[in-house]
């Protein structure tokens, strides 16, 4: 299991809840978050989602 330290918060650095992981058919994580919406996990980092 791999932990992401505080400096690897999602959206402006003020989002630490996840409301929603999903994965889709393509193996992709994504992660919902109160304020920030959509992330997707690369691997390697969380990237927002902006339509």
Not at 33 to 45: D, I, K, L, Y
Request: glycine share 14%; with cysteine.
């Amino acid at each position: 299991m791999t932990n992401y330290p505080v400096k690897d918060r999602l959206g402006d650095g003020k989002d630490t809840q996840v409301y929603c992981i999903f994965k889709d058919n393509a193996g992709g994580m994504w992660l919902g978050t109160p304020t920030a919406g959509p992330f997707r996990f690369t691997g390697e980092a969380f990237e927002q989602f902006r339509p």
